[in-house]
């Protein structure tokens, strides 16, 4: 079974400045996918950023970025030069590497406030 | 851009009441899903969709839970008898290909059982 931690309910940061969110998983698998969603008061979800646990190479989108130990089981999330549309639910997700089976298991979220 | 997009947005019912939500899916994405959000937990997979049948589905989606995709633009999400514990919030959503892919979500279908 695959399992998803998000140990962080609730973080703040200062607008322009760079916070970190946590995500631990726990899986038998050696080929998975791993992902970052944010979803806004709005309710809609929006992919924020992916990585392959094949790639060694921490992925980045633009001002978000990830920290990936694959042998810790750890993928954090950075944002940087935080802005007040950051503000919303981040969401942890794994999904495994197999065909057929490209459901995502997702962690319980952590609420990014951006304070102006 | 394309999205997906539920109906109703909120729904309401009774205890021991049918209820059907409904999806329509980015029209050129194969694999449809749904997953349920209870107020404070973690979202969780319920069914994925492929070709007409499912192809996964977790053990939350038991007996009274159906999908249906009944044209070529809709997926529906029917529980058949609906308790308490279904309140939930319901989200669709579709992707292209079968893995490594971005999944696409709705809004979702804030869903009140009373």
Partial sequence: AQTVTQSQPEMSVQEAETVTLSCTYDTSENNYYLFWYKQPPSRQMILVIRQEAYKQQNATENRFSVNFQKAAKSFSLKISDSQLGDTAMYFCAFMRGQTGANNLFFGTGTRLTVIP | ?114
């Avoid at chain 2, 050129?28 to 107020?39: A, P, S, T, V």
């Avoid at chain 2, 070709?51 to 529980?79: A, C, M, Y």
Wanted: hydrophobic fraction near 35%; charged fraction near 20%.
């Fill in chain 2, 1 to 114: 851009e394309p999205e997906v997009t539920q109906t109703p947005s909120h729904q309401v019912t009774q205890m021991g009441q049918e209820v059907i939500l409904r999806c329509v899916p980015i029209s050129n994405h194969l694999y449809f899903y749904w997953y349920r959000q209870i107020l404070g937990q973690k979202v969780e997979f319920l069914v994925s969709f492929y070709n007409n049948e499912i192809s996964e589905k977790s053990e939350i989606f038991d007996d009274q839970f159906s999908v249906e995709r009944p044209d070529g633009s809709n997926f529906t999400l029917k529980i058949r008898s609906t308790k308490l514990e279904d309140s939930a919030m319901y989200f669709c959503a579709s992707t292209r290909d079968i893995v490594n892919t971005e999944a696409f979500f709705g809004q979702g279908t804030r869903l009140t059982v009373v």
